[in-house]
């Protein structure tokens, strides 16, 4: 058995495998993190445990303290310069988040062709695979909540958007919040593409995951996809090879 566990901004993922296949998959809060001792007890001793962190060093103590009884030592994986058939075009390839990496890797595995890599969660990214599978770079903005809270602590008039709803012609700030802010996301992701297009010309596949994704739907191209967990998705791929 092997166990995935993506390590966020804001919350812990995890999911258990065997042959390729998921047995079980979960999220915690960060603050919940002893408690997946309890929920994995019935899964028994992993073979192996791979990680992305990029919550920082009190989130991977936290997670440390799980595997001394299994006496495992966890693979924390990092970006690397070629790893799973995609390679690392950063100026450092090792200063890419893990987070995109893997889920880059699990994006290359379900299309293998040129890709724009999107994951909305804290932060929105949106990175761009090559036809022949080089990361050639990627933007990174604000997630929804994020933009949200900013406007709100910056403009006390803002203070309460959350009860707006995506419209064509906002006629209430509440409204207007809430699609401006949905309206800049969609926006980072559809230039990139178009970018990604430009540089290819060919067709550019797109793929969605993470917390935020849903404020997305609707306002991509509809051959988009829509995947959970592809952070998972992407270590259980590494942890295989």
Known sequence: MILCIDAGNSLVKWGSARDGQW????????????RLAERWQGFGVPQKVVISNVAGEKVRSALNVLFVRWRLNPVWISASEAQCGIRNGYEQPGQLGSDR?????????????????????TALTADALSSDGEFIGGAIMPGFRLMLDALARKIPQLSAPSHGALRIFPSNTADAVQT????????????????????????????????????LRGLL?????????????????????
Do not use: Y
Not at 23 to 34: C, F, K
Not at 101 to 121: K, N, Y
Not at 221 to 241: C, K, M, T
């Open 221 to 241: 191209p509809g051959d988009s996809q829509f995947v959970d967990n592809l952070v998972l998705e992407g270590l259980l791929r590494i942890a295989q090879s």
């Open 23 to 34: 047995l079980a998959q979960g999220r915690v809060a960060h603050a919940d993190i002893p």
């Open 101 to 121: 990496w893997a889920a880059m890797i699990a994006a290359w595995e379900r299309v293998g062709g040129a890709c724009v890599v999107v994951g909305a969660g």
């Open 180 to 215: 401006g802010v949905r309206l800049a996301m969609a926006g980072m992701v559809d230039r990139m593409r178009d970018s990604l297009q430009n540089k290819t010309n060919g067709s550019v596949a797109c793929i969605v995951s993470g917390g935020g994704a849903e404020e």
